[in-house]
């Protein structure tokens, strides 16, 4: 059977913290689950970090990756497969090269593919394959950096944020925040505010203890997410960044109350945090990742890097597929034409030596002659692979066209197995 990359992926786009931290970052738990999946898959690697879990495996199908998260029923509503080569070889070039990341372009994750990578080489996990596929990643990771630009331009939404509220509101020292969260996004929020001498932050949590250790360290105030509607009409900036949705309208906000005070309502949660429909009244200004790329033209330029980098990505991983297929094909296919021709040509040393004698010429003739009908009796897609393999004609067909236009390709690998 051919092989084949696969991948399985819980990440901050299709789930939220709680379920990500079931599995575990450490290098330990990491290190367990490959010795689980070694046994049904030829070679593994685990990207482990606090907003991403993701598998990668060479193997005959995905069927591993999918016994591993249906175990538990909550990790597998989550988790997202990628069940070809093409789909796997993508997302890890798109996650290298930041395009995954809650800040488009995050360096971090360089790092990350690389301890992954040394993870499972020292765990005996990673072959050939994989280890061609991550060095690959990197180096890509850092040309989409180098040639996009996209790690400056995508500064965080956070930054964005604060920086629009302060176009909007001038210094935001005395301004009232609230904070919704205490997962990675809000934390980052608390220390840009703490960074910029805000003085009235709170910040809520379904986990007060944990809301209330935050704003210790940040000198800043703590509640439970079940008053959340009192300190929204407290606040004049609401910042959403927990991973669930957040009751606070319509009660908290009604359009019959004419004093109502200008708020801004940033959301930065995933998924999204407040209604939308908040939007629609005079008294409150809305923002979301969506419309962040409407209104600041450093959003756009991020927009336009991304979508440079998602080509670059696209076009390198359709060449690395190509290179796999070529790889897994052609030490399979370039001994089958060099057995063919081996067969045809002692063929043609038994078939003369039963002549009598023939001239040179006539000798020539026939060994055109067994030429052709040798050639006939073949596959037209393995002639093409002669030019290649043989040749070494470069504007040949590749393998991995070739291959795909073979029928009888698991045939061609049980003549070899026993020849």
């Known amino acids: 059977m051919a092989k084949h990359i696969f991948g399985a992926e819980i990440s901050h786009e299709n789930a939220p913290l709680h379920v990500r931290?079931?599995?575990?970052?450490?290098?330990?738990?990491?290190?367990?689950?490959?010795?689980?999946?070694?046994k049904d898959l030829d070679e593994v690697c685990i990207v482990s970090t606090s907003s991403r879990f993701v598998i990668?495996?060479?193997?005959?199908?995905?069927?591993?990756?999918?016994?591993?998260?249906?175990?538990?029923?909550?990790?597998?509503?989550?988790?997202?497969f990628y069940?070809?080569?093409?789909?796997?070889?993508?997302?890890?070039?798109?996650?290298?090269?930041?395009?995954?990341s809650q800040v488009k372009g995050d360096r971090h994750i360089l790092t990350q593919v690389k301890h992954a990578h040394q993870v499972g080489l020292n765990t005996g996990s990673i072959g050939l394959l994989l280890d061609s596929l991550l060095r690959e990643a990197v180096a890509i990771g850092r040309k989409v950096r180098t040639q996009t630009g996209i790690d400056q331009h995508c500064v965080s939404l956070v930054d964005l944020g604060l920086d629009m509220?302060?176009?909007?509101?001038?210094?935001?020292?005395?301004?009232?925040?609230?904070?919704?969260?205490?997962?990675?996004?809000?934390?980052?929020?608390?220390?840009?505010?703490?960074?910029?001498?805000?003085?009235?932050?709170?910040?809520?949590?379904?986990?007060?203890?944990?809301?209330?250790?935050?704003?210790?360290?940040?000198?800043?105030?703590?509640?439970?997410?079940?008053?959340?509607?009192?300190?929204?009409?407290?606040?004049?900036?609401?910042?959403g960044a927990t991973d669930r949705p957040v009751s606070i309208f319509p009660t908290a906000a009604k359009p019959q109350q004419p004093s109502l005070q200008k708020r801004f309502v940033l959301d930065f949660g995933a998924p999204?945090?407040?209604?939308?429909?908040?939007?629609?009244?005079?008294?409150?200004?809305?923002?979301?990742?969506?419309?962040?790329?409407?209104?600041?033209?450093?959003a756009a330029q991020c927009r336009n890097s991304?979508?440079?980098?998602?080509?670059?990505?696209?076009?390198?991983?359709?060449?690395?597929?190509?290179?796999?297929?070529?790889?897994?094909?052609?030490?399979?296919?370039?001994?089958?034409?060099?057995?063919?021709?081996?067969?045809?040509?002692?063929?043609?040393?038994?078939?003369?030596?039963?002549?009598?004698?023939?001239?040179?010429?006539?000798?020539?003739?026939?060994r055109k002659l067994t030429y052709r009908f040798v050639h006939r009796l073949e596959d037209e897609q393995l002639q093409k692979l002669r030019l290649y393999t043989v040749t070494g004609d470069t504007q040949a067909p590749s393998p991995a066209e070739v291959v795909r236009n073979v029928r009888s390709f698991e045939n061609i690998r049980f003549y070899l197995s026993v020849n």
Request: a positive charge.
């Open 83 to 100: 069940k070809n080569t093409e789909a796997a070889v993508g997302h890890l070039f798109a996650t290298a090269s930041g395009l995954c």
């Open 272 to 298: 999204p945090n407040f209604d939308r429909a908040m939007a629609q009244y005079d008294s409150i200004e809305f923002f979301d990742r969506d419309n962040f790329y409407e209104q600041l033209p450093a």
């Open 21 to 38: 931290e079931k599995l575990g970052t450490d290098d330990a738990s990491v290190k367990q689950y490959i010795q689980q999946l070694k």
């Open 165 to 239: 509220l302060r176009q909007r509101l001038g210094e935001l020292t005395e301004k009232k925040v609230l904070v919704i969260g205490t997962g990675k996004m809000a934390r980052l929020v608390v220390d840009r505010l703490y960074a910029d001498g805000c003085k009235h932050v709170t910040i809520v949590s379904q986990d007060a203890q944990r809301a209330g250790m935050l704003a210790a360290r940040m000198h800043m105030q703590a509640g439970h997410i079940r008053n959340v509607a009192h300190y929204f009409m407290q606040a004049d900036i609401i910042v």
């Open 56 to 80: 990668y495996g060479v193997g005959q199908n995905i069927t591993p990756l999918i016994n591993f998260f249906f175990r538990d029923p909550i990790l597998f509503h989550y988790v997202q």
């Open 306 to 366: 991304y979508d440079e980098a998602r080509k670059i990505v696209h076009a390198e991983a359709k060449e690395f597929v190509s290179l796999f297929a070529q790889f897994y094909t052609t030490p399979i296919l370039a001994p089958y034409w060099v057995s063919r021709l081996s067969t045809k040509d002692n063929s043609l040393k038994g078939f003369l030596l039963r002549m009598n004698k023939p001239s040179s010429r006539d000798a020539v003739r026939l």
